[in-house]
């Protein structure tokens, strides 16, 4: 069984909510560890290049001499490494693969669809592109429902791997929501994700690495004025 | 095993997909109830399919006692879980997250390469084939002198690369474009060939030459 001797760093930035995936997953556990920022409009340090040469993208766990790249597989090892409780995954194979199901669902559809709304052009493709938003939404407010059986988290009573997956996206939500002037998360549609979400956000392993939504929203123009046409950088990995 | 279980997989001939959730049973041993799902036409997929992969709609599903799972790499960390024969998985996390991450490489990168050089209008075939040299040359550097991705036997990594193990010669062969040479890849060209050869690989492929016209019948006229 691995180890769970050994240094821990996360090489990210502030900004991508896949890196803070790793954060908070080692917050839950309690596992001190080095937040080592990359500043990716310099260019991309040694470090990284060396740890994750296949993707050169953050985040990446670097825990003694192992590298892990790939947020969702960095919170799986996460949970394997330092297995004692809290658990990140539910411990029921079915549970477990509709969490992954779900992530995945994340990670492929909705936050590309929120991208989506970014990089619209006009107002019609970008009502369309809020529809999609608000569709996926929909379909999470339903995997709330089914997953948390009444309790605050799609993990049950505490945070887990689904609420990390899609918690990390809730400051760049709040930025969409400040764009576009539309609730994403509303009463009408979907009440129990808004209260899960300021839930979530208020969590002791996630205040501390959700960025403001101002400085978020900053960032993003200034991206978005930087490389018009691209797609924001996030560093998805 | 629960001799209680009632296991079914909605797949398609044809989809490397559907033929990942049947290797992974078969190796395990695990008997299973097979549903043929039209894909091709979207209107006949059964009314059990949209109602178990609403979201998706698309196979492969698997049905373990009534309960739907899909998308097939979650599918095989479910497969994994429940039955123990046979794990295609490693024990130590980090070689686990190892295999996690080559199983991403294939689906997020190779795939999409190779559906790129095989069904893109031909003047954009060479640069889309360049692209597949790469990803494959990156894949065989998880070989590293093992036989199997998994190591001696079959592994998730090789169940999810089946599409390069058997698909991938026959779009070759169609399009005409060396995707996967002996001489450039020769590790992973003897890998293709070792996957191919197992006998509980070969109960799950679907027949060439049908394959074959598929392929043909997509690939953009010279």
Redesign the interface.
Known sequence: MASSDGEVKVLGTWSSPFVMRARIALNLKSVSHEFLQERLWEGKSQLLLKSNPVHKKVPVLIHGHNTISESLIIVQYIDEVWSSAPCILPSQPHERATARFWAAYLDEKWFPSMRAVGMAEGEDARRAAIGQVEEGLVLLEEAFGECSKGRPFFGGDRIGYLDIAFGCFLGWLRVTEKMTGVMLLNETNTPRLLKWAHRFCSDDAVKDVMPETEKLAEFAKMIMSRVKGAAPGTGKS | MDMGDEVKVFGSWGSPFSRRVELALLLKGVPYEYIEEDIFVFENKSPLLLQYNP?HKKVPVLL?NG?P???S???L??IE??WKANPILP????D??MA??WA??LDDKCLPAIRKAAFSPENEREEAAEEVRDCLK?LESALNGKRFFGGDAIGMVDIAANFVGFWLRIIQEVTGEELLSVEKLPELFKWTEEFVSCSVVKKCLPPKDKVLDVVKARVAPK
Not at chain 2, 91 to 94: H, L, M, T, V
């Open positions: 979201v373990h309960k799972i899909a998308e790499l979650v599918i960390e479910y879980e429940t024990e130590d996390p980090y686990k997250a996690r991450f991403k490489f990156t």
